[in-house]
């Protein structure tokens, strides 16, 4: 594998930090608790969008493109950090929201991410709930198309084989830093939705043969659906690689237990996760996917499967601007108390 033959703008701060998490460690008594803190790639909060913005944003501007088109949940991530990327290379953006949790809260709904969409300067549009999202992206392309604009669209999340090379390069960044630091990683933990992530890293540590194993916390789809679409897109990327037949189905496993009531809506495992990284670690989770990702991993930890004496990566994938989204979550009750 030789990433440097795929075309990158390079933007994103790298590497990004990997630390222990001395007092987490401590409070779940299991196994040694590492992080890669991705929520710190440096543009708009952070975030795993932008290892794969880097490519495909690059895809855009070698197509001419001057305006791009993506689409996410109303408190999207990804959309957040292509707004923030595009504004930086001086192209318009364009985003369609899916309700995909029919929140009426105002903070849901305006605020966190889709305040800051329209900060970078993007424009927005609300679609309902259940639609064809991609089917909507084509639709919205073809219009600015049709107008004269040069469009180039990025699927959800910007799970594709372009956008997924940015976890190939973050596998080999984490095995990098391991060999240096001489830490030996036994699971590498992580949310997974659009699937790039996960897809991005089974074929970067397969390509390098680091035989650690990845495990996937669903936020969406049940297990065999999250898995297969994993798998798919691991297949493309590794034959976009030149390494057809390098990922096999069972090098992708995600657990679904930790979704809850559905994609966005909040579980006490979730909040508990995001109040024990804040005050034991200071470090800032998200609802959405880093909450439910480390609600899996405590739970993991709790239940025995992660062991003492064993080395265990949570890579936070970003998302602490959607918790603007959600204040309503938390309940800081005694907390706050008013001078008379
Ligand atoms: C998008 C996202 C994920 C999931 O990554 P995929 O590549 O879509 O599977 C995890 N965490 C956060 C914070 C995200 O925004």
């Given amino acids: 594998m030789h990433l440097a033959r795929f075309p990158r703008v390079r933007l ?23 992080i890669k803190r ?37 408190q999207s991530n990804h959309a957040r950090q292509t ?9 318009d953006c364009h985003i369609l929201l899916e309700d995909r949790t029919g929140s009426n809260d105002p903070n849901y709904n305006h605020n966190g991410n889709v305040f800051l969409d329209h900060l970078h300067g993007a424009t927005t549009e609300r679609c309902a709930g259940g639609l064809d999202m991609a089917a909507e992206l ?3 392309a073809q219009s600015f198309l049709a107008n004269g ?24 960044e984490l095995m990098q830093q391991a060999d240096e630091q001489g830490l ?26 680091a035989r650690v194993p990845v495990l996937g916390i669903g936020v969406r ?32 496993v995600a657990d679904t237990s930790y979704v809850g009531g559905g ?38 930890i709790r239940q025995g499967h992660f062991k003492r004496g064993e080395t265990v990566v949570f890579l936070h994938t970003g998302g602490s601007a959607g918790l603007f989204g959600y204040t309503g979550i938390f309940d800081f009750g005694a907390q706050s108390a008013e001078a008379a």
Avoid at 18 to 23: A, I
Avoid at 266 to 294: C, H, N, Q, W
């Fill in 12 to 34: 994103a701060h790298l590497p990004t930090p990997l630390e222990r998490l001395d007092r987490l460690t401590e409070a779940l008594g299991g196994p040694d608790i590492w």
């Fill in 221 to 252: 789809a049940p297990k065999p659906k999250q898995e297969e679409n994993v798998f798919k897109l691991a297949c493309a990327t590794a034959e976009k690689l030149g390494l057809p037949g390098l990922v096999e189905r069972d090098d992708i």
């Fill in 138 to 140: 084509d639709r919205s």
């Fill in 263 to 300: 994609y966005g809506i909040a579980t006490p495992a979730m909040v508990e996760a995001i109040e024990m990284f804040a005050r034991l670690e200071g470090i800032l989770l998200d609802p959405v996917y880093s909450g439910k990702g480390a609600a899996g991993l405590i739970d993991l």
């Fill in 38 to 74: 991705d929520d710190c790639t440096g543009l708009s909060t952070g975030g795993n969008k932008t290892r794969k913005l880097e490519f495909l944003m690059a895809e855009a501007l070698d197509q001419g493109a001057d305006i791009v088109v993506t689409q996410g949940a109303t």
């Fill in 149 to 172: 604009r040069k469009p180039y669209a990025i699927p959800g999340g910007g799970s594709n084989a372009t956008g997924a090379l940015g976890y190939v390069g973050a596998a080999q």
């Fill in 184 to 209: 030996v990683i036994d699971h590498l933990v992580h949310a997974t939705g659009s699937a790039g992530t996960q897809a991005g890293l089974v074929v970067g540590l397969k390509g390098i043969n």
């Fill in 83 to 91: 707004a923030a990327f595009a504004a930086r290379l001086g192209m």
